[in-house]
């Protein structure tokens, strides 16, 4: 089991920033990537970004030069820096960890809001 607790979303203006960190307990020797995902109001869930256990980022195309994930050397906390923050960003986000051996077994945090106004 691995448990993810996330903070600090919150209200900015268009052109500010963010940073989201989401803190890993548990079974954290399970986890192989570390990610974002998000959903915005009547769409569904996006992924964002996700990092491997060797720090090679992953981002979708809409974010890139505009957010960066980092993984902390214990492996145990993912953040993501988000500048430039636009209304389209506005979403629920939520941390994602994987620790599937065959293939992906997700654990998912409760979710941060990010509200971007123009």
């Known amino acids: 089991q691995v448990q993810l607790v996330e903070s600090g979303g919150g209200s900015v203006q268009s052109g500010g920033f963010l940073r989201l960190s989401c803190v890993a307990s548990g079974d954290i020797d399970r986890i192989k990537t570390m990610g974002w995902y998000r959903q915005a109001p009547g769409k569904t869930r996006e992924l964002v970004a996700f990092?491997?256990?060797?720090?090679?980022?992953i981002y979708v195309d809409s974010v890139k030069g505009r957010f960066t994930i980092s993984r902390d050397n214990a492996k145990t906390t993912v953040t993501l820096q988000m500048n430039d923050l636009k209304p389209e960003d506005t979403a629920v986000y939520y941390c994602n960890v994987d620790t599937g051996l065959d293939g992906p077994y997700y654990y998912w945090g409760q979710g941060t809001l990010v509200t971007v106004s123009s």
């Open positions: 990092i491997n256990r060797a720090g090679s980022p």
